[in-house]
């Protein structure tokens, strides 16, 4: 059970989450942006891992925490992740027909 943002949530932070609940030893993060992080956090006993846009990694923590520090605990927010320079990041070229 990851966590489960609604849209307010996410309409009052600075980031966006790209995947959750991923395999961190399966993870792909060639053709994501450079502002990317693991986030790793517990519910129950259970660890999860999402991966989540943002600049700063204290905006990661307090999403995560005000959404689940009565049920759980974040573990660890890690970056260097993609390759892919933030503002090139889901550009598509136009093309004329």
Request: proline share 3%; hydrophobic share 35%.
């Amino acid at each position: 059970m990851t966590v489960n943002f609604t849209n307010d949530d996410l309409r009052t932070t600075d980031c966006k989450i790209l995947e959750q609940g991923i395999n961190p030893n399966e993870f792909q993060h060639n053709e994501l942006p450079t502002d990317s992080h693991l986030i790793e956090y517990m519910i129950g006993g259970d660890t999860f891992v999402d991966v989540v846009r943002a600049y700063k990694k204290s905006d990661i923590f307090d999403m995560y925490y005000d959404k689940i520090s009565a049920i759980g605990r974040v573990v660890s927010i890690n970056a260097g992740f993609g390759k892919v320079k933030p503002s090139l990041y889901g550009y598509t070229a136009k093309h004329d027909n």
